[in-house]
């Protein structure tokens, strides 16, 4: 979906750097999550936030940090990047409602940690 | 943590005929299901939600079913096309948030 912009696409790193993903939308959602992908296994949250304010920790957020810089943009830090931290990464969004409300997702960032 | 499985991981289909790709669910408590394509390269995108007060939804070709007394989410393609060859894969939530399968592989015989 263009309404939500991953970069970089791909990312090759070795063991111990830091980087970042970063995620832009213009689909005017207070809502933003980062999500990663493994073969064989299903979505995985990391951290949301559903506001400029607001930081979440999801089921895997070791390892990682999050940023939201602004209502538009979410990013997302491994400090000291491992191997099994090679996977594809989704950064989403969705409206603010009473609950849970569909996602939206972006063309995703296929990180490799050597 | 939760249990979001499909019961076939790979299905072929003629074109044209009607594709079946089924999900079951542990969470009793969840109320609301989405299905997802993810096609190579892209990110996964919406088909068809559906809430827990539904037994039923159907969009453009596309049927979800939900049986909330065995926890089973099936998605029903008419007419599948090639550009129906994707990964399909549900999500439930409980409220708080999503909960995905590891998804189902659509291949489209032409």
């Known amino acids: 979906d263009a309404d939500v912009t991953q970069t970089p696409r791909n990312r090759i790193t070795k063991t111990g750097k830091r980087i970042m993903l970063e995620c832009s939308q213009t689909?005017?959602?207070?809502?933003m999550y980062w999500y990663r992908q493994d073969p064989g296994l299903g979505l995985r949250l990391i951290y949301y936030?559903?506001?400029?304010?607001?930081?979440n920790k999801g089921e895997i957020s070791d390892g990682y940090s999050v940023s939201r810089q602004a209502q538009a943009k979410f990013s997302l830090s491994l400090e000291s990047a491992i191997p099994n931290q090679t996977a594809l990464y989704f950064c989403?969004?969705?409206?603010?409602?009473?609950?849970?409300?569909?996602?939206?997702f972006g063309s995703g960032t296929q990180l490799s940690v050597l | 943590g939760e249990s979001v499985g499909l019961h076939l991981p790979t299905l072929s289909v003629q074109e044209g005929d009607n594709s079946i790709i089924n999900c079951a669910y542990s969470?009793?408590?969840?109320?609301?299901f989405i299905w997802y394509k993810q096609e190579s390269g892209k990110g996964p995108q919406f088909i068809i939600d559906?809430?827990?007060?539904?037994d039923k939804r159907q969009g453009q070709r596309v049927t979800v079913l939900l049986n909330k007394t065995v926890k089973h989410l099936s998605l029903q393609i008419a007419a599948t096309q090639p550009g129906d060859s994707a990964v399909y894969f549900c999500a439930e939530s409980p409220g708080n948030q999503f909960y995905f399968g590891t998804g189902t592989s659509l291949t489209v015989i032409p």
């Open positions: 989403a969004t969705s409206e603010a409602g009473t609950g849970v409300e569909k996602l939206f």
């Open positions: 936030s559903f506001d400029v304010k607001d930081i």
């Open positions: 689909k005017g959602h207070d809502r």
């Open positions: 969470n009793s408590a969840s109320d609301y």
């Open positions: 559906i809430r827990s007060n539904m």
